[in-house]
């Protein structure tokens, strides 16, 4: 729920059902310093139909620095 006070940097659509992500959470959240709210966040993202080496592993730290991981399908 966003408060009017709030502004919105980026809208994307959503997913369709051909993508799955999962994770403790899938939703990222800053504070007013720009830092998330979590330490690390991390979420897996993978076709539905994933096959070799299509899954990618992503963490965030608390600053926002990103690594991505390709990693095997399971």
Do not use: H, M
Request: charged share 15%; net charge positive.
């Amino acid at each position: 729920q966003l408060s009017s006070s709030n502004e919105i940097l980026k809208v994307w659509e959503p997913l369709d059902s051909n993508v799955t992500i999962t994770g403790a959470s899938t939703t990222v959240t800053f504070n007013a310093s720009g830092l998330t709210t979590a330490a690390v966040s991390a979420f897996t993202v993978k076709p539905t139909t994933c096959t070799g080496d299509n899954k990618r592993t992503i963490e965030l730290t608390i600053t926002g620095r990103s690594t991505i991981t390709r990693g095997a399908c399971q």
